[in-house]
């Protein structure tokens, strides 16, 4: 079995990044034909962010086994008002609630980089890995940076008008930051001859500057967090961890998502009808609606991830 799971996450790690600059590549191209339209943009941010839903709905399933169970009606009932809340507040306040979310994510999104790193090398051995500083530049690059360079403003204007200028007048000062913590963690790695981690950060920090700040969000949320907590879902999720006891890595992996599939449905009825009920508003569009349902769904996840999280976190590497 731990063979098959470090075969997994060390094929999702390639898979990840691969994904990534490919589609920063093709966004690249696009921003060639296409300079100021921004409904493509909207379109592979819709579409990314499709793809990672899947990956936070499993969390009933790991938490409590029993289905078909009072423990489960009011383990959803606990899930579904904490989402309902946080919903209710980002649309009555929604610069404050972008502004939570936006270090709650950075948190949420390192830590669960680092995490995946530990389970691969808590697996080999091979390297005394410095998670913390990893994890706050895997967290903040990829979240803060295309929220705080030029192009911010025209894509928080097509999102929701009263997210611009979210960072006031420290704006610049978060970008340099940002830039020269993913740079020194990458020394360090490069330092301790960490290699991969040290090129993850590196196809993070080009995706952040290079893609127009949507579609840098939505990638790395649909094809590089989603996909690593997946196979880290695969390593906790009961049908999964059987397929890999004999041998089946990929079988487990779309067992993970499979699980999560029902919730895609969900989020976007809900979020499409979000949208129809408010289309006179200001921010009455569909990406809107569905990032807001997607950041009030990750309160809870985050909340719950959180254990798992910091216990890969702690596992001992040499």
């Not at 960072?167 to 020269?180: E, K, Y």
């Not at 921010?283 to 216990?311: E, I, N």
Request: hydrophobic share 60%; net charge positive.
């Amino acid at each position: 079995m731990r063979e098959s799971q470090y075969g997994l996450l060390t094929r999702v790690r390639t898979i990840s990044l691969g994904a990534v600059l490919v589609g920063l590549g093709v966004t690249i191209g696009l921003m060639q034909l296409l300079t100021n339209e921004v409904h493509w943009q909207i379109a592979i941010a819709l579409v990314a962010l499709v793809i990672g839903i899947p990956h936070g709905a499993v969390d009933h399933l790991i938490a409590i086994p029993e289905l078909l169970s009072l423990r489960m009606a009011v383990f959803l009932a606990k899930y579904l008002l904490a989402t309902g809340l946080a919903i209710c507040f980002i649309l009555q306040f929604p610069l404050l609630g972008f502004q939570l979310i936006v270090v709650l994510s950075a948190l949420h999104f390192g830590v669960g980089d680092a995490s995946f790193f530990m389970e691969i090398y808590s697996r080999s051995g091979s390297v005394k890995f410095p998670r913390i500083f990893y994890a706050l530049a895997a967290g903040f690059t990829p979240v803060l940076i295309p929220l705080v360079n030029q192009n911010t403003a025209q894509a928080l204007k097509a999102v929701n008008p009263k997210l611009v200028g979210w960072a006031g007048p420290i704006t610049d000062q978060l970008l340099i930051a940002c830039v020269a913590l993913n740079l020194g963690a990458v020394a360090l790695l490069l330092f301790r001859k960490i290699y991969r981690p040290a090129i993850d950060l590196l196809a993070l920090l080009a995706l952040a500057l290079l893609a127009p700040p949507l579609v840098a969000f939505a990638l790395y949320f649909g094809l590089w967090h989603a996909m690593r907590h997946t196979a880290r879902l695969s390593l906790e999720f009961g049908p999964a961890l059987r397929e890999h006891e004999i041998g089946r890595p990929w079988r487990s992996f779309w067992l993970s998502v499979r699980a999560g599939l029902p919730a895609v449905a969900i989020v976007l009825t809900f979020s499409i009808w979000l949208t129809f009920i408010n289309s006179a508003a200001v921010s009455g569009h569909l990406l809107w609606y569905l990032l807001v349902v997607t950041w009030a769904l990750t309160v809870p996840h985050m909340v719950l991830t959180a254990r798992s999280d910091f216990k890969s976190m702690k596992k001992a590497n040499t």
